[in-house]
Nanobody
Framework: QVQLVESGGGLVQAGDSLRLSCAASGRTFSIFRVGWFRQVLGKDREFVADINWSGGSTNYADSVKGRFTISRDNAENTVYLQMNSLRPEDTDVYYC???????????WGQGTQVTVSS
């Protein structure tokens, strides 16, 4: 099993920045990729960004390209999501997720709320 704990959410104004953290523990050697998703009640979960656990390869949703950056700290088993130029439409609960090779995202954190006021 892999445990994921997110932190770093909060209330900010449009144009501000936030950095979310996702700390992984447990069988981290089995992780292939870690991603960030966002969802509010009643809406579909939306992919935001993901990164290869061994480092390097990243993907971003078009809506966040150029504003968000995903990275990881090998020593701390932590993945970060740096969010700049935040917009009210970025308001959501952000979830960290992990998957093994050839599997869907199966490990999920509890989520952290991000609220951007206009």
């Amino acid at each position: 099993q892999v445990q994921l704990v997110e932190s770093g959410g909060g209330l900010v104004q449009a144009g501000d920045s936030l950095r979310l953290s996702c700390a992984a523990s447990g069988r981290t050697f089995s992780i292939f990729r870690v991603g960030w998703f966002r969802q509010v009640l009643g809406k579909d979960r939306e992919f935001v960004a993901d990164i290869n656990w061994s480092g390097g390869s990243t993907n971003y949703a078009d809506s966040v390209k150029g504003r968000f950056t995903i990275s990881r700290d090998n020593a701390e088993n932590t993945v970060y999501l740096q969010m700049n130029s935040l917009r009210p439409e970025d308001t959501d609960v952000y979830y960290c997720a992990a998957r093994r090779l050839r599997s869907a995202y199966e490990y999920w954190g509890q989520g952290t709320q991000v609220t951007v006021s206009s």
